[in-house]
């Protein structure tokens, strides 16, 4: 009888249209990480909150279709080579521009600005590949789409500078900055301490910072290397956006580029603790 009650329980803690054999899979996957690159089955039970039999079965078969594989003596499982070929024909079948753009064409609409997209173009330079403008009579329309920018330059820009590695971070702050208008940032401090807000609080803001007359907010977009690979932006004129209202963009960018992030691969940090 109690064996019968503790299989309802299970039963009831799987969501409702969930596998509940496939939700253990993908989270003993999911245990593996570039830090946890190889883990014994008793790690695997330790980090899902299943049982070690029920983690060692469910071993044993992601091991059968090469999802998962032994590292070497010992008992150590790592990452198979069947995700690699699972991951080629997923980047076969889609780009950076064409997960963004259904992405893009919503933020558009729920904001009713200009959406660009934007990536490192270089060491120290970003280019806009992409943007779907807003419907509006005055709009910001991206006329140098493929063209380099410095990096330093622009709400987008300050977001892929912010998630660099450190050391060519300060490499290009080292260096002369150039202005494009009056409210470039160009002293090296200021940047340094714009950058730190910027990876704080997830966005950053341009107030006429690389074009005159035009203010952004922009927001990073992670792969599945938990890098910053892209950035998307907001950015209309400043005579319609005010700073209040350009902020009030920023929760609706962010779970765009979570949604993107999650297309391109990105995991975020989560208890993937499950019943045993």
């Known amino acids: 009888m109690r064996e019968e009650e503790n299989s309802k329980t299970r039963q009831r803690s799987t969501p409702p249209g969930h596998i509940q054999s496939l939700d253990r899979a993908v989270a003993i996957l999911n245990s593996f990480t570039p830090e946890r690159p190889e883990l014994r089955v008793t790690e695997i039970a330790r980090l899902t909150g299943l049982t070690r039999s029920t983690a060692h079965r469910i071993v044993t078969n992601l091991e059968s279709h090469q999802l998962v594989r032994q590292a070497r003596a010992g008992g150590r499982y790592a990452l198979g080579p069947g995700l690699l070929r ?22 558009r609409d729920e904001t009713d600005e200009t959406v660009g997209l934007h990536i490192v173009s270089g060491e120290r330079r970003r280019m806009v590949i992409d943007q779907v403008e807003s419907r509006q009579p005055i709009r910001r ?37 150039e202005a494009a208008t009056d409210q470039t940032i160009v002293d090296p401090d200021l940047l340094r301490k ?83």
């Open 86 to 107: 699972l991951a080629h024909s997923a980047r076969a079948r889609g780009s950076l521009e064409e997960f963004a753009r259904p992405v893009m064409v919503r933020l």
């Open 194 to 276: 714009e950058l730190e807000a910027v990876r704080e609080r997830g966005f950053a803001t341009s107030f006429a910072e690389r074009v005159d007359g035009v203010f952004t907010v922009a927001v990073p977009v992670f792969d599945h290397r938990q890098s910053a690979t892209a950035a998307l932006s907001v950015t209309g004129p400043s005579g319609r956006l005010s700073e209040e209202r350009l902020l009030e963009f920023a929760p609706r960018a962010l779970l765009a580029a979570r949604d993107l992030s999650a297309m391109m691969g990105f995991i975020e940090k989560q208890d993937n603790s499950l019943p045993s």
């Open 141 to 177: 329309t991206y006329t140098n789409i493929g063209e380099p920018l410095p990096i330093h330059q622009g709400a987008p820009g300050k977001v892929l500078l912010a998630h660099l590695p450190p050391e060519l971070r300060q490499r290009i702050l080292s260096e002369p900055l």
